[in-house]
């Protein structure tokens, strides 16, 4: 079975600053890695996803992620918050074989607060 | 290009009775994908849908169902409905890939669903 795990329910950082928002994913096979962004009372909003290949991805606004198969991690990333940037974050990951291949598994979500 | 739309926006049943939702993906699209998201969860996957055939079914009981049109629109029905399926139920479409696997979920706004 797939997981993902986000393990902070809450990231403040001060506008201005870099921001991480950690991920690790377990699946069979290859990983296929997303993060989609929440804002209150919407749907998910894609930012940026990892098939294959240079293990940084750059995304929608700024954002970046970094693959790590080693740490099986997909931490997003940006250097400088906005406090447009505060929202629901969430990572998820698609398996490369059978059942896996068509369903995302998410995380339970990161609330990222940017502070003035 | 219109983005993947849902209706209603809201809606509010008692315990018991049936509710049908809808989604119309993006054009072009074949593949739709059903989620449902508890406050403060994660989404997590009911159905896929592609090319009018269900494809997967998340661990969801049978009082669930769903079917996709010939013009690729979705139906998520739920019968005889519980508190517990009170949730913000989001609709997905997607390409597939010439490997059949499924490419970048684009989701809906949602339907917020309250049983009382």
């Known amino acids: 079975a797939q997981s993902v795990a986000q393990p902070e329910d809450q990231v403040n950082v001060a506008e201005g600053n870099p921001l991480t928002v950690k991920c690790t994913y377990s699946?069979?096979?290859?990983?296929?890695l997303f993060w989609y962004v929440q804002y209150p009372n919407r749907g998910l909003q894609f930012l940026l996803k990892?098939?294959?290949?240079?293990?940084l991805v750059k995304g929608s606004y700024g954002f970046e992620a970094e693959f790590n198969k080693s740490q099986t991690s997909f931490h997003l990333k940006k250097p400088s918050a906005l406090v447009s940037d505060s929202a629901l974050y969430f990572c998820a990951v698609r398996g490369q074989f059978g059942a896996g291949s068509y369903q995302l598994t998410f995380g339970k979500g990161t609330k990222l607060s940017v502070i003035p | 290009d219109a983005g993947v739309t849902q209706s209603p926006t809201h809606l509010i049943k008692t315990r018991g009775q049936h509710v049908t939702l809808r989604c119309s993906p993006i054009?072009?699209?074949?593949?739709v994908s059903w989620y449902q998201q508890v406050l403060g969860q994660g989404p997590q996957f009911i159905f896929q849908y592609y090319e009018k055939e269900e494809r997967g079914r998340g661990n969801f009981p049978d009082r669930f169902s769903a079917r996709q049109f010939p013009n690729y629109s979705s139906e998520l029905n739920v019968n005889a409905l519980l508190l517990g399926d009170s949730a913000l139920y989001l609709c997905?479409?997607?390409?597939?890939?010439?490997?059949?696997?499924?490419?970048?979920?684009?989701f809906g706004p949602g339907t917020r669903l309250t049983v009382l």
């Open positions: 054009s072009g699209h074949k593949s």
């Open positions: 699946v069979s096979g290859n990983p296929y």
């Open positions: 990892y098939i294959t290949g240079d293990n």
């Open positions: 997905a479409s997607s390409l597939v890939t010439s490997g059949g696997s499924t490419d970048t979920q684009y």
